[in-house]
């Protein structure tokens, strides 16, 4: 089946900072998610991008579909952007196969 | 417009019994994904189903089952409980394959 890695694993940041999460992916696929969990185990969804580039306030992500690879960057952020951040592909029928996650701490 | 809605939250069984989780997807939509999480092995797909049929099951015993209904909400059933089954269960609903998966607030299950 299809891999998924995220990096890093963990990251910590100062409340204001920039950041950028990767996601490699091994095949090619029809649906890339990025989706950010909360303390509560809540799955948020960010983006939905199986190519090209989105924006939604402080974050925006961008999926380069033939290098099988995709960035979400966080600019500015703050203490409640704290959480899991997950990628999550689907290349065989609504089947999505998650990466590890990138864990992050905001500090204030 | 109403989330995926997930029952019950919390759950708490022992060893040996078994136990059925629920799931309402948005309306309109005729997909219904099923997912565990847990610390060791992550988030793993367990089985979705369309129009009451299962289309696609990930590797997981024959214990884990399903079943969807004609108005598109799904149950899974988890029998002869294990330790290893405390898990957070999380279920999805979509159009259809492709599309953008939206989740519900999950089922979080305590095996004693």
């Known amino acids: 089946g299809i891999q998924v890695e995220q990096s890093p694993p963990d990251l910590i940041l100062q409340e204001g900072a920039n950041s950028t999460l990767r996601c490699n992916f091994s095949d090619s696929v029809n649906n890339l998610q990025w989706f950010h969990q909360n303390p509560w185990g809540q799955l948020i969804n960010l983006f939905y991008i199986p190519s090209g580039t989105k924006q939604n306030g402080r974050l925006s992500a961008t999926t380069v579909a033939t290098e099988r690879y995709s960035l979400l960057y966080i600019s500015s952020s703050q203490t409640t952007d704290s959480g899991v951040y997950f990628c999550?592909?689907?290349?065989?029928?609504?089947?999505?196969?998650f990466g590890g996650g990138t864990r992050l701490m905001v500090k204030p | 417009k109403a989330g995926v809605t997930q029952t019950p939250r919390y759950l708490i069984k022992t060893r040996g019994q078994q136990v059925t989780l629920s799931c309402s997807p948005i309306?309109?939509?005729?997909?219904v994904s099923w997912y565990q999480q847990t610390p060791g092995q992550g988030l793993q797909f367990l089985f979705e189903y369309f129009s009451e049929t299962q289309r696609n099951k990930g590797n997981f015993p024959g214990r884990f089952s399903g079943r969807q209904f004609s108005n598109s909400r799904s149950e899974m059933n988890v029998s002869t409980l294990e330790l290893g089954d405390s898990a957070l269960y999380l279920c999805?609903?979509?159009w259809g394959a492709g599309q953008p998966q939206h989740f519900g607030d999950g089922t979080r299950l305590s095996i004693l």
């Open positions: 999550a592909v689907d290349n065989a029928g609504n089947m999505l196969t």
């Open positions: 999805a609903s979509s």
């Open positions: 309306s309109g939509h005729r997909s």
